[in-house]
């Protein structure tokens, strides 16, 4: 329920806007990409990117039939202007719609929006929900403003009207420049990235004014859930600074949002189980970047967890997340 896809082709957005660092792929005689940001190289990707089949083929090596694609959270382009924002969100949507309609059994998607507009990211949700689309992805925060803005609360209040559902996914790490060496930012500024994200949707009461919304926080929740004592006694002792727009203790959250699995250790999956319910555990993997978990649930099936807690993480809990039937895939 956590893969990444990219069109094999994107149009150069920084040449028709005139600005920006908008990402285009340069393809490459070894079946590889460049990804470019602007004129400057990113980072290079392989054809399991882009190439349906080839992804379908590699998932069937681990018994595994179906997935959810969204797209790469560098393509957002919150910062861009938000009539091309709105252009860039529709042509990746556009896309993973084409892919859903031709591999109905093999591919869910979801969605991007431009956030930094509140009008254009609702005008998109109605077009994702038309076009079969079940959810969106957005990042742990929208051009550095927390996700509790009273400016996106109308969004959220839209994907609980249009029943679609939400996966945060850290993005724009804070600290970036300050810990470039190490690889930092991915291994300390993710996971602190979407703790920010589940604290700013509690303590700003989206999740207690929209308790319908399914929200899935992506790497199994960052640090929120393994901090959540740190969290609910900052709450208590300090309820002047936490408890400001909120007064119910986050602990009483846990269990009414989903995390997926991607822990890469058995012992906090473990931990994650026994504070979420495996019903709120979804089978995650960032495929087919080298941080996810690319033997797809391996490490799970090799485990002592029962087999309903595996049932619930390999397909239950996703199903529920998304609000679709099994039967639909079989």
Known sequence: MHTHIIPRNLPKWTEKFGYGDFIYLSHREDKKADMMQGGKFFRTIKENCWDE???MNEYKEFNTQVQVVCTIPV????????KDGLEVSMFLNDHIADLVTRYPKNYIGLGTIPMQDTELAIQELERIKKIGLVGIQIGSNIND??????????????CERLGL?????????MGFDSMRKYWLPWLVGMPAETSRAACSLIFGGVLERLPNLRICFSHAGGSFLPTIGRI???FNCRPDLVAIDNAVNPRDYIGKFWVDCITHDIDLLKYILKMQGSDKVCLGTDYPFPLGDLEIGKFIEESDLSSTEVEDIFANATLSWLNLNKADFL
């Open 53 to 55: 089949d080839l992804r």
């Open 75 to 82: 393509l957002f382009s919150y910062w861009a202007k938000p």
């Open 145 to 158: 403003k927390n996700l509790s803005e009273e400016q996106f609360f109308p969004i959220f209040e839209a």
């Open 165 to 173: 559902a939400i996966m945060i996914h850290p993005w724009q790490m």
């Open 232 to 234: 609910e006694h900052g």
